[in-house]
């Protein structure tokens, strides 16, 4: 498995931008598919978007426009910038790493899976 730490969340307001990170250990990093999903209070886990490890990606509806997804197989990180920001994204954000890079959209996709960390925006 792959250890993932996630970093950068915070409070913003509407129209903002953040810029989360997910460092990760462990091996094959480089070859497995990376994934952002996000759950907010009273929902189920949702996906947000992913990325192939020869850096194909795919994104939500949602967040189209707004957010992209970067990774560094050198640096083994993974970013999500999320722009023109929006009180319904509001929920806490986790990154994960799959198992082999099929259904990116599925949460079954992924086996290892970060802390999370929480986006606010306001108003």
């Known amino acids: 498995q792959v250890q993932l730490v996630e970093s950068g969340g915070g409070l913003v307001q509407a129209g903002g931008s953040l810029r989360l990170s997910c460092a990760a250990s462990g091996r094959d990093f480089s070859r497995r598919a990376m994934g952002w999903f996000r759950q907010a209070p009273g929902k189920e886990r949702e996906f947000v978007a992913a990325i192939w490890s020869g850096g194909s990606t795919y994104s939500a509806n949602s967040v189209k426009g707004r957010f992209t997804i970067s990774r560094d197989n050198a640096k083994n990180t993974v970013d999500l910038q999320m722009n023109n920001l929006k009180p319904e994204d509001t929920a806490v954000y986790y990154c994960?790493?799959?198992?082999?890079?099929?259904?990116?959209?599925?949460?079954?996709?992924?086996?290892?899976w970060g802390q999370g960390t929480q986006v606010t925006v306001s108003q």
């Open positions: 994960a790493a799959s198992k082999g890079g099929g259904y990116v959209y599925r949460l079954y996709e992924y086996d290892s």
